[in-house]
């Protein structure tokens, strides 16, 4: 029977992508700080691990305020990652390796240190006055200082506003005061940014990671978030008019239409506020806007049934009419296995389940770096251990607000970003073979004994289980391609069976997402042909705990 997702295929619905968080990979120079040089040397080890392209996090000349999700210059490398000739030589190992490569494209906002901004920014009447939003203040209050235009909060916290005093108006900043919002209205931005596109394209780009992509386009007249009843803060969430506005499907559109179309570019949308109600908008074939889009269902999913609920959703809006992705997490969050496993009791089975799920559906995995390790989150000792800028931010304004300073940094560890962007270990020396200078964010005590040099090699490892689901996708296209059909209603037991494709049989999976044993769902396969289990054998009576089987389904 052909699957109704194979009517077009193409790379990137067969390739498992890994992200690489650049600052914290692997360090080359001995500064602390991870680099181009440093992911080029780690070439082999993505291979054998199986994965078929990366996404880079920013690389580019930034002052870092957001860790380069602040751009002053979109053409050059920023010098700590090094110089475009390591770049290029990036390139070139990847494509011996036959691996793909995305990068990440900021265009919502640059950096207030980019030569656009410190034009804009010169005078009112400067020729790139409009490529932000630039508003007078509506009022003054009593001792002459500016009121913001109006209520929309910054996502780092405060208003989305910033006064300059200079020239007297107000810009906007969507993200912290140093991340300007670029006005995609004025037809030359546009362009200027599809450019940058095309030029990194032409340096060798598989494809972009849009960063923030769905937020471009702004309410016309920049109307205030009606305040819900009772609320007393001064500024409220801005989704409600920084989001998902029109005319953003034409701003898709063109970019498509511009760079593209006619290659086999891949574009995939970090579009928060994008789920089963709106993504064929973005997404659908028919559309020509983007490829695919982030989904952030995982962030608010404690449960195995919760991410089958939201993923099976999903799938029923797109079956054959786009192509999704999946992830567990990325350097925006907390560590998957921290989230959604049992690290303390069932490491190993619980974070070989996750892999599991991961990659045995119809939908392109991205892999968060870390995750092959087995990697949790950590507490760091002290604030002044963090850097993330919201972390830092969110820690003030609960001190700000009389919280003890011991209660908010509990309260900021949980889901401090730095939880992801710990530097990766990768051996048993005293800087885990990260670097020989003390880095940038300190190593995780905790992450020290699940080094990659021991866990490479050995077949009882998180790395190895990896690995094999790795290549048990390759090997088996109903993996990527087959029909994706639930075998039993989602609990804690989580079954369903991947339709047959091409020469591919249809393939089962059956998972045991929680620690405690659980009845076999489903009807014992008479001969089974097992592909995958997480326990080593396998007994069709019960399941233990995180267990995770994938067999041949019965004809
Ligand atoms: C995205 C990035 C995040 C960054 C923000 C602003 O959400 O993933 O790291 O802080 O955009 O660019
Ligand atoms: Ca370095």
Redesign the pocket.
Known sequence: MPSPLAESPAWWKEAVFYQIYPRSFADSNGDGIGDLPGITSKLDYLRRLGVDGLWL?PIYASPND??G??ISDYLAIGPEYGTLDDFHALSRGLKKRGLRLIL?Q?L??TSDEHAWFRESRASQTSAKRDWYHWLDAPAFDKEGRPVPPNNWRS??GGSAWEWDTATRQYYLH???RK?PDLNWRVPDVRRALYDVLKTWAGRGADGFRL??INMIAKAEGYPDVPRPPGSTEPFLNLDEYGVNQPPIHEYLREMHQEVFSGSDLYSVG?T?WVGAHNTLDFTGYDRRELNAAFYFYFHDCTSGREHFENFHKLYQATRGKSWLTVTLG???SRRSLSRFGDAANFRHASASLLATWLLTLPATPFLFQGEELGLTDHAYPTIADYRD??TINRYHELVAAGHLAEQALAEVRITS?DNGRAPLPWDSSSGAGFSTAPPWLPIAEAHRPFHAAGQIHDPGSIYTAYSRLLALRKRMRSLVYGDFIPLADPGQVLSYQRGAWENHPAVRVVLNWGSSPQPWPCDPPAAPALLHANHGGVDYSHLRPWEAVIFVAPE
């Open positions: 996090s957001d860790n999700y602040d990440d900021v919502n906002h996502v780092f969507c993200f912290s991340q960063d923030v970090e928060w990325n350097h925006d800028i919201q970003r």
